[in-house]
């Protein structure tokens, strides 16, 4: 188990490694000095004290102090966990669609920071690039599926350049999402957003296709890209083939 740990960083070196644990999938714990805001199917505020902030993968968190064994609060696996800072703090948002409720911790100082690759330590150890993950994908479209056609890589849109836009053989866009590495809920919501500012250029009649390619997904990650009309497709990015399909 690979494990990052950082020892009261600066806000935006927590972040950096916020955002690269919420793409790895990572457990990650937050121990710090914060207020807390709950706004949902009712409200809740806690004014700053020194709290642990725990984020699973399958989209969970939970704030603990240092009394009882019950977190003061919560929101349940489904959610989407964000980072920013602002106004001189770290902030942590844990997002559930359905019913609206958002836990928003905003941290003063962060006395330590924590990320566990949790993964199962018999997947393979890809060392393939994204950039590799892209030319194989480029040089062998069909390997999306049959039919599709790229058109153009690091494509900018509203929500940020995405790493190939294409169309498949109906004529309908696609933006494709590419992770060399086993990818969790952060990666959907990443490529929902794409897709969102697709159907905002291409307007309301368009059908926008969305793809992730990755070796492979975490469960949640999996439910998140059924649940949003998403496809995957499970890639090698040191082969550009499927991980179970050796190069000839």
């Not at 009261?8 to 990650?28: K, N, Q, S, T």
């Not at 890809?126 to 030319?135: T, V, W």
Request: net charge negative.
């Amino acid at each position: 188990m690979t494990v990052t740990t950082l020892h009261r960083p600066a806000h935006r070196d927590a972040l950096a490694h916020l955002e690269d644990a919420f793409r790895r999938g990572d457990l990650i714990t937050v121990f710090g000095r914060c207020s807390v805001e709950y706004d949902g199917r009712a409200s809740s505020s806690l004014g700053a004290g020194d709290r642990l902030l725990l984020l699973k993968p399958d989209g969970s968190a939970l704030v603990h102090t240092d009394e009882g064994r019950t977190p003061v609060n919560w929101q349940p696996p489904g959610c989407d966990h964000f980072a920013s800072v602002r106004d001189g703090r770290l902030r942590v948002r844990s997002v559930r669609r359905s019913p609206e409720e958002l836990l928003d911790v905003r941290f003063d100082r962060v006395h330590h920071l924590a990320a566990y690759d949790v993964t199962d330590p018999d997947d393979l150890d890809l060392q393939g690039s994204e950039a590799d993950l892209k030319e194989h994908v480029v040089a062998n479209p069909e390997r999306i599926e049959p039919g599709f056609e790229p058109l153009a890589t690091e494509r900018e849109t509203t929500a940020g350049p995405m790493d190939v836009f294409g169309e498949d053989a109906s004529g309908r866009p696609v933006a494709v999402e590419l992770k060399r590495r086993r990818v969790g809920p952060d990666a959907v919501g990443q490529l929902r957003r794409y897709v969102d500012a697709l159907e905002r250029e291409f307007g309301a009649d368009a059908t926008i296709r969305g793809v992730l390619v990755a070796p492979s997904v975490t469960d949640r990650a999996a439910s998140l890209l059924e649940r949003d009309g998403l496809d995957f497709v499970a890639l090698d990015p040191t082969t550009g083939r499927p991980p179970d399909d050796p190069a000839p």
